[in-house]
Nanobody, 122 residues
Framework: QVQVVESGGGLVQAGGSLRLSCAAS????????MGWFRQAPGKEREFVAG????????YYEDSVKGRFTISRDKAKNRVYLQMNSLKPEDTAVYSC???????????????WGQGTQVTVSS
């Protein structure tokens, strides 16, 4: 069992920055893959970024490459999503989730947080 809790969302102007945090507790995250997803109103949930817990290899959705950075802190059991140059189209509920392997597919993830709202005003 893994408990996942996100924090750090909020309201920011276009061009601004936010850092989301995902705290994971419970079973070891060794060999896990941690992903950030987002869901905007009226749209499907989509993969944003992911990171291998062991070797920190990262993956990004094309629209966030160069603006978002995912990282992890093994000692704190946390995953972060640094979001820079935010755009109104980044507005969504952002969720952190755990998978046993790299995947961009929602069904591959077995533990999810409740999500945190990010709103970017123009």
């Amino acid at each position: 069992q893994v408990q996942v809790v996100e924090s750090g969302g909020g309201l920011v102007q276009a061009g601004g920055s936010l850092r989301l945090s995902c705290a994971a507790s419970g079973r070891t995250l060794s060999s896990s893959f941690m992903g950030w997803f987002r869901q905007a109103p009226g749209k499907e949930r989509e993969f944003v970024a992911g990171i291998h817990w062991n070797n920190a290899t990262t993956y990004y959705e094309d629209s966030v490459k160069g603006r978002f950075t995912i990282s992890r802190d093994k000692a704190k059991n946390r995953v972060y999503l640094q979001m820079n140059s935010l755009k109104p189209e980044d507005t969504a509920v952002y969720s952190c989730a755990r998978s046993s392997r790299y995947s961009r597919q929602i069904y591959e993830y077995d533990y999810w947080g409740q999500g945190t709202q990010v709103t970017v005003s123009s």
